[in-house]
Nanobody, 126 residues
Framework: QVELVESGGGLVQAGGSLRLSCTAS????????MGWFRQAPGKEREFVSSISWSGGRTYYADSVKGRFTVSRDNAKNTVYLQMNSLKPEDTAVYYCAADPNAPLWSGTTMADFGSWGQGTQVTVSS
């Protein structure tokens, strides 16, 4: 399995921006579909975004479409999630996920990804 480490979380006011990073090690990064999920207190972990192996295809949950942008740099083994126009309801622990065969569509679930990071907290104040 690939090892994943997220960074970039923090506290931001509503309307602000954050960029999350997830750096992978242990395997060939470009062999993996990468995903971002989030889990708010008392809620199930939900899909946020995913990106194909080369970065040519991206998918988003409806709740973040137009505000979040996923990208990857295969030379740096890193995937990013740029989050703009943040809302209090975006508050959650954000997780990076990887899988060589994850399906590429907006209905992706946790079960589609085999490797996970430890998560990074994002808190949006109103």
């Amino acid at each position: 399995q690939v090892e994943l480490v997220e960074s970039g979380g923090g506290l931001v006011q509503a309307g602000g921006s954050l960029r999350l990073s997830c750096t992978a090690s242990g395997r060939t990064f470009s062999d993996y579909v990468m995903g971002w999920f989030r889990q708010a207190p008392g809620k199930e972990r939900e899909f946020v975004s995913s990106i194909s192996w080369s970065g040519g295809r991206t998918y988003y949950a409806d709740s973040v479409k137009g505000r979040f942008t996923v990208s990857r740099d295969n030379a740096k083994n890193t995937v990013y999630l740029q989050m703009n126009s943040l809302k209090p309801e975006d508050t959650a622990v954000y997780y990076c996920a990887a899988d060589p065969n994850a399906p590429l569509w907006s209905g992706t679930t946790m079960a589609d990804f085999g490797s996970w990071g430890q998560g990074t907290q994002v808190t949006v104040s109103s």
